[in-house]
């Protein structure tokens, strides 16, 4: 991150609550996936699966779509265009891209330099999401896609994100629950019969070692307890948890113990920050 880019991140006086959209907003915010399909709706969920689906052939087509996606379902709660937006772990950059493209002065905090890469964008840094490199209170929104799952101590990794967020802003936090069929990631769906056991079926299948490994950079991460720990905390609202890509029912499936650990699939929750 340039020193520029530092400046404009822990300087910067904030502006107004992101609240919903009363009709007006940017041009190349609202050019987005949700003009093509509604979010929830069958041919979304389908858009989206067939691109995950070849995420390894194509990962440019497949995080460009779920980025655009994203983005939608943040300016769902007001235009970015303008905003200071952190991005805890989005590895590549596909959504701080994506932010930025909106109008957002978007920042990348990822602590992997493999998935930095070797020329990383503008607005990245090197940074660890438990101890991220910014003052209290410099963001509008704070975002986490798909990273929840990766880090040992979730409740220390939320509150981070809580505290560089404003007063008034927006925490958006996705992550794949454990017992959802992709919980086991490259390995899933055989994670049900045992992480040691689906890890060595990868190697048998695929002659090359899995990328994750459980209790080192997977961890087991569950709908239910994470849904109470937010709920418990003093200084955020709960706006939505939902499921982030069922079709249907996408609010109502995590309401119902049991059924929510395996059928959310993926876990969405849009927190603001209080006063």
């Given at each position: 991150?340039?020193?520029?880019?530092?400046?404009?991140?822990?300087?910067?006086?904030?502006?107004?609550?992101?609240?919903?959209?009363?009709?007006?907003?940017?041009?190349?915010?609202?050019?987005?996936?949700?003009?093509?399909?509604?979010?929830?709706?069958?041919?979304?969920?389908?858009?989206?699966?067939?691109?995950?689906?070849?995420?390894?052939?194509?990962?440019?087509?497949?995080?460009?779509?779920?980025?655009?996606?994203?983005?939608?379902?943040?300016?769902?709660?007001?235009?970015?265009?303008?905003?200071?937006?952190?991005?805890?772990?989005?590895?590549?950059?596909?959504?701080?891209?994506?932010?930025?493209?909106?109008?957002?002065?978007?920042?990348?905090?990822?602590?992997?330099?493999?998935?930095?890469?070797?020329?990383?964008?503008?607005?990245?840094?090197?940074?660890?999401?438990?101890?991220?490199?910014?003052?209290?209170?410099?963001?509008?929104?704070?975002?986490?896609?798909?990273?929840?799952?990766?880090?040992?101590?979730?409740?220390?990794f939320i509150s981070e994100?809580?505290?560089?967020?404003?007063?008034?802003?927006?925490?958006?936090?996705?992550?794949?629950?454990?017992?959802?069929?992709?919980?086991?990631?490259?390995?899933?769906?055989?994670?049900?019969?045992?992480?040691?056991?689906?890890?060595?079926?990868?190697?048998?299948?695929?002659?090359?070692?899995?990328?994750?490994?459980?209790g080192e950079n997977l961890?087991?991460?569950?709908?239910?307890?994470?849904?109470?720990?937010?709920?418990?905390?003093?200084?955020?609202?709960?706006?939505?948890?939902?499921?982030?890509?069922?079709?249907?029912?996408?609010?109502?499936?995590?309401?119902?113990?049991?059924?929510?650990?395996?059928?959310?699939?993926?876990?969405?929750?849009?927190?603001?920050?209080?006063?």
């Amino acid at each position: 991150m340039s020193s520029a880019d530092q400046r404009a991140v822990t300087g910067a006086a904030p502006p107004g609550p992101l609240d919903r959209p009363s009709g007006s907003s940017s041009s190349a915010g609202r050019a987005g996936f949700k003009d093509r399909f509604k979010d929830p709706s069958f041919r979304r969920s389908l858009s989206l699966f067939r691109a995950f689906m070849q995420e390894q052939q194509d990962p440019e087509h497949c995080y460009t779509l779920l980025a655009r996606d994203a983005a939608d379902q943040v300016e769902a709660y007001g235009p970015v265009d303008g905003r200071t937006v952190v991005d805890v772990g989005g590895g590549a950059g596909y959504f701080t891209a994506e932010f930025r493209r909106r109008g957002a002065q978007a920042y990348l905090f990822e602590p992997d330099a493999a998935e930095l890469g070797a020329a990383p964008g503008p607005g990245a840094v090197r940074a660890d999401g438990y101890l991220l490199p910014l003052a209290d209170g410099v963001a509008d929104v704070a975002f986490s896609s798909n990273v929840l799952e990766h880090v040992d101590d979730p409740v220390t990794f939320i509150s981070e994100m809580v505290r560089v967020t404003r007063p008034g802003g927006l925490i958006y936090l996705s992550f794949t629950n454990w017992y959802s069929p992709w919980g086991g990631h490259e390995w899933a769906p055989w994670h049900y019969l045992g992480a040691d056991r689906a890890v060595a079926r990868y190697r048998r299948r695929t002659g090359k070692a899995a990328k994750h490994t459980l209790g080192e950079n997977l961890f087991a991460v569950h709908v239910g307890p994470t849904l109470r720990q937010v709920r418990a905390r003093d200084d955020v609202n709960v706006l939505s948890a939902r499921s982030r890509y069922w079709p249907f029912l996408a609010e109502a499936v995590p309401k119902v113990p049991v059924l929510r650990e395996v059928a959310t699939w993926n876990l969405l929750l849009i927190l603001r920050r209080c006063a």
